[in-house]
């Protein structure tokens, strides 16, 4: 189908002068608020009137709506009235002519189904989209108003709200492969209090993502308010029971957290960086001075110091591979005698914290001399995608309800994870097929005595 347009414009100035701006801003508010709807609205207009007239004169090779009323429908006009649809480019006012089946007398709107629009549908996905990732980047208050400012896109804060807790974006598809790494974590967030319930304003959100074998990165999904035992379960779905969901988990070390997600992996590697900073605060329950503290701490990330070869693992001799795993050995003794000095001194929080981790501390070694697989000793990869979330839910915003903020954590675990499937979920949601096409033919204006 195409459709010419002539759109006339007027422009009126003062032949004394105007600004550059004020001339840029009067075409910019014309264009947004009357130029681009109208344009939009009279097009769909057109096709409107096509499609019902094919329908009702039953022309070969017209479009049909995908299930029929009869097996041979006649239609004929019906009421007509107007729907409004929010976009991006301004609110629509779209024909919405009903035709009606002479032989079983059912009614059906032909411009709703030829556009594959839901029944009251009142937005278009493309604003859902811009809607979303605006507020997943700072609050909604400043959301709604730099899309009114800016975007020239008025939807009042409230709206905008339902549509983030009625929007599907946040699903994710998990797979069922088993994957290299497991990463967990959790960070806190200021929630909506209920003193009448019992809850008080400490909330915490957790995540989970994996690592494919192909480096891609897959999230599992965003959890408020729930255990990392029922976490466990609801990843351990995805593989079915006494299935690993990964080689190795990497976390800071909690130990819900290695309780709850460990026994999903074959592997349960310690942060080495949270390992060394948190024994300082550990030791700090135990009284000890700041230089005792400092000295620990560096002795600690000292003896965790193991590095795996640069080269793949069949380019690394057999003596060499031999002294990498005397090297974790004596590590591991190490780690022991560092311990044992710790309970000497006094420091029980601290030995029992070193005491606890140390069994977790060089499996990342056990794995690489077994499979040749690298594992990260830092879960710095998480800890990025943590400062992310918490910049949004800690210091954007607070008073969040439990499903409200594993929902708009959610999505920017999707976001930050995976742009690139990101995008794909909402091209294939906005229909991006190459089916519409707008070319701008030519702008112009009557002759002048000046010529061109």
């Given at each position: ?45 057109v096709i409107e009137e096509r499609i019902c007239l094919d329908l009702c004169q039953d022309r ?105 807790a009625d929007s599907d974006c946040d699903a994710v598809d998990t797979g069922t492969d088993t ?30 993502f994996g690592i494919e074998n192909t480096g891609a990165i897959r999230p599992l999904g965003a ?230």
């Amino acid at each position: 189908m195409q459709t010419t347009i002539q759109m006339s414009l007027l422009a009126a100035t003062s032949e004394s002068g105007f600004s550059l701006d004020e001339f840029v801003l009067t075409l910019h508010a014309v264009m947004e608020n009357e130029g681009m709807a109208g344009i939009a609205s009279l097009v769909l207009s057109v096709i409107e009137e096509r499609i019902c007239l094919d329908l009702c004169q039953d022309r070969p090779g017209s479009w049909r709506p995908a299930e029929s009323c009869c097996p041979s429908p006649c239609y004929e006009l019906a009421q007509r009235r107007t729907r409004q649809i929010r976009t991006r480019v301004g609110t629509l006012q779209l024909p919405w002519r009903t035709l009606r089946c002479r032989q079983c007398r059912k009614t059906f709107l032909p411009l709703q189904q030829f556009l594959g629009l839901e029944a009251y549908q009142r937005k278009t996905n493309e604003l859902e989209q811009l809607v979303v990732e605006v507020v997943s980047e700072q609050s909604y208050r400043r959301s709604t108003s730099h899309l009114d400012k800016i975007g020239s896109i008025p939807v009042p804060k409230s709206t905008a709200h339902r549509w983030v807790a009625d929007s599907d974006c946040d699903a994710v598809d998990t797979g069922t492969d088993t994957f290299a790494l497991l990463f967990a974590d959790g960070t806190g967030f200021k929630r909506r209090p209920n003193p009448k319930a019992g809850v008080d304003n400490r909330g915490e959100v957790r995540i989970a993502f994996g690592i494919e074998n192909t480096g891609a990165i897959r999230p599992l999904g965003a959890w408020s308010g729930v255990s990392w035992e029922a976490i466990a379960e609801a990843v351990q779905g995805r593989r079915g029971e006494d299935q690993p969901v990964a080689e190795t988990l990497l976390s800071d070390g909690e130990r819900g957290l290695i309780g709850g997600m460990g026994r999903l992996c074959d592997f349960t590697n310690r942060c080495h960086w949270h390992a060394s900073r948190d024994l300082n605060y550990v030791m700090w329950k135990d009284g000890a001075s700041l230089t005792e503290r400092k000295t620990h701490t560096k002795q600690l990330a000292g003896i965790l110091a193991v590095s795996l070869p640069k080269e793949d693992i069949e380019q690394v001799s057999v003596d060499d591979k031999m002294a990498l795993e005397d090297a974790a050995d004596a590590a591991q003794r190490s780690v022991d005698q560092f311990c044992g000095e710790l309970f000497k001194k006094g420091y029980t929080e601290a030995w029992k914290y070193v005491k606890r981790m140390k069994r977790s501390l060089f499996d990342y070694v056990r794995r690489w001399l077994e499979t040749g697989l690298v594992t990260p000793r830092a879960a710095s990869l998480i800890e990025r995608m943590m400062r992310e979330i918490a910049r949004r839910l800690k210091r954007i915003a607070h008073g969040w309800s439990e499903p409200g903020a594993a929902k708009m954590t959610c999505v920017i675990l999707k976001r930050f994870t995976n742009p690139k499937a990101w995008d794909a979920y909402w091209k294939n949601k906005l229909r991006l097929e190459g089916n519409v096409l707008w070319v701008l033919k030519k702008i112009e204006s009557p002759p002048t005595p000046l010529g061109r």
